[in-house]
T-cell receptor, first 112, second 113 residues
């Protein structure tokens, strides 16, 4: 069935460094790959997404890359700030279903 | 504010009991999704409704059921509760069934004692 694996489960970086979180998905029919940020006591919020017809997308300090052949996608955060500290989830969605299958999450800690 | 409203925010109950969680989707969204988030777990997809009809089912227990009403709000019913059902239950809404952003509510935290 559909499965999304996410690594690492925890990540600690110094303020100003870069952070990279990686995900792999199992279903080659997946065509939409969002990333969500969940702060303590809140629901997940979309921070960036990419569709299968695009290899890379960037929004200020955040970028996502997709390798459809290898079924990998990654989140890159540059110049990290303490407010980037949160749990990050990757997800994959099958064409036209809207249903998201989430990875297990990565707890990012940015040390000042 | 995502525009998705979930009630109650917190709920404490005993094993064997039944509870109902409620979700009002974002204005204009026809799809509602329910997810369960247990301690140290990711977001597990439970069920999806689209315009009142069940669209997809995930790892939802038989003791759990859901429905979406004509005004598009949704309810998740959890019965014969067990300790392991303690979790955060999130509702999300999105536009008509195609792929796109899901907007999550702030969750209902259920504690079963």
């Amino acid at each position: 069935g559909e499965n999304v694996e996410q690594h690492p489960s925890t990540l600690s970086v110094q303020e100003g460094d870069s952070a990279v979180i990686k995900c792999t998905y199992s279903d080659s029919a997946s065509n939409y790959f969002p990333w969500y940020k969940q702060e303590l006591g809140k629901g997940p919020q979309l921070i960036i997404d990419i569709r299968s017809n695009v290899g890379e997308k960037k929004d200020q300090r955040i970028a996502v890359t997709l390798n459809k052949t290898a079924k990998h996608f990654s989140l890159h955060i540059t110049e990290t700030q303490p407010e980037d500290s949160a749990v990050y989830f990757c997800a994959a969605s099958l064409r036209n279903t809207g249903k998201l299958i989430f990875g297990q999450g990565t707890t990012l800690q940015v040390k000042p | 504010d995502s525009g998705v409203t979930q009630t109650p925010k917190h709920l404490i109950t005993a094993t064997g009991q039944r509870v109902t969680l409620r979700c009002s989707p974002r204005s204009g969204d026809l799809s509602v999704y329910w997810y369960q988030q247990s301690l140290d777990q990711g977001l597990q997809f439970l069920i999806q409704y689209y315009n009142g009809e069940e669209r997809a089912k995930g790892n939802i227990l038989e003791r759990f059921s859901a429905q979406q009403f004509p005004d598009l709000h949704s309810e998740l019913n959890l019965s014969s509760l067990e300790l392991g059902d303690s979790a955060l239950y999130f509702c999300a809404s999105g536009l008509a069934g195609g792929t796109g952003e899901l907007f999550f509510g702030e969750g209902s935290r259920l504690t079963v004692l």
